[in-house]
């Protein structure tokens, strides 16, 4: 019998982190669950650390190909109706699940929702930026300027991947962005006012402390947008809008650095879509 929920941990050379995330899946209260350890590629213990573990299905990657191969290579091993994510690096309450299982099973029109989180910053408990507010409903708007959405705070029906897509593979960072934006373009997004995930972040292996200018890869998602064909008016002018502010951004951090061709390329961009 296939289980009502497939769980996804992508990795890459985090074995100690999972020593905290997979326990914290394992212990949740709903239990009607497959866990996937997508392995890309590691090069440390992470093998010997999931094999502790029993009823963990662990797949591994020849090679590193990015996060986004990692999620996408789970979804099509996944037999639940509902999928989630779990970040190697972050960590659930234990009544995660069943808070988002109750939810969606109760509203069958609902198609995503997540949970509130619990930052952690170098090991000492932060409190997010008012630009990191929650939003439920229509948050399309919401989700433009950065992503709001984590990945590990996400419970959805498999079946929506079949409309948006999968991750953008091409993008090396804020591939979430551009999902959640492909998301929330088409559908309200539930969110439970309940800190259910714990995020950690401020390690040197975070990809977004890897990559300068995290705008560039939102512009790419911003682009792909205006290509939807359900995207009305209204979405198009804040879409338009917000690529205008990014572009702006980067080329004054180009123009800053000297980078004249980079630069260059953002104002292209601008008249482009100015024209248009």
């Known amino acids: 019998m296939k289980p009502a929920l497939t769980i996804i941990i992508p990795t890459y050379n985090r ?71 779990l970040d190697s690096d972050d960590s659930w309450v234990k009544n995660k699940l069943e808070a988002q299982m109750r939810w969606m099973e109760s509203h069958s029109d609902s198609q995503v929702c997540y949970t509130d989180e619990i930052w952690i910053r170098k090991g000492v408990r932060v409190n997010p930026m008012n630009k990191h507010r929650k939003f439920s409903g229509d948050i399309f708007a919401h989700c433009l300027p950065l992503c709001t959405v984590s990945p590990s705070s996400v419970l959805m029906r498999s079946s929506l991947f079949d409309e948006v897509g999968l991750f953008d593979e091409n993008l090396p960072v804020c591939e979430d962005y551009d999902l959640w934006l492909r998301i929330a373009l088409k559908y309200r997004v539930h969110f439970i006012d309940e800190k259910l995930i714990v995020k950690r972040g401020g390690h040197e292996d975070q990809l977004s402390t890897r990559f300068w200018g995290m705008d560039r890869f939102r512009v790419v998602a911003l682009e792909k947008l ?28 180009f123009d800053k650095r000297g980078k004249v061709k980079e630069a260059e390329h953002y104002r292209e961009l601008l008249n482009k879509y100015s024209r248009g």
Do not use: M, W
């Open 15 to 85: 074995a100690d982190f999972l020593k905290d995330s997979i326990p914290s899946v394992l212990s949740q209260t709903f239990s009607d669950f497959e866990l996937i350890v997508v392995d890309d590629g590691s090069t440390d213990h992470t093998g010997e650390v999931v094999r502790e573990f029993s009823g963990v299905r662990y797949v591994k990657c020849e090679v590193n190909s990015g996060v986004s191969h990692a999620r996408n290579l789970g979804i099509g091993l996944a037999g639940g109706r509902y999928i989630c994510f």
């Open 226 to 253: 205006l290509k939807e064909p359900s995207l009305n008016v209204e979405k198009r002018s804040l879409v338009l809008k917000t690529l205008f502010e990014k572009c702006g951004i980067l080329i004054q951090g």
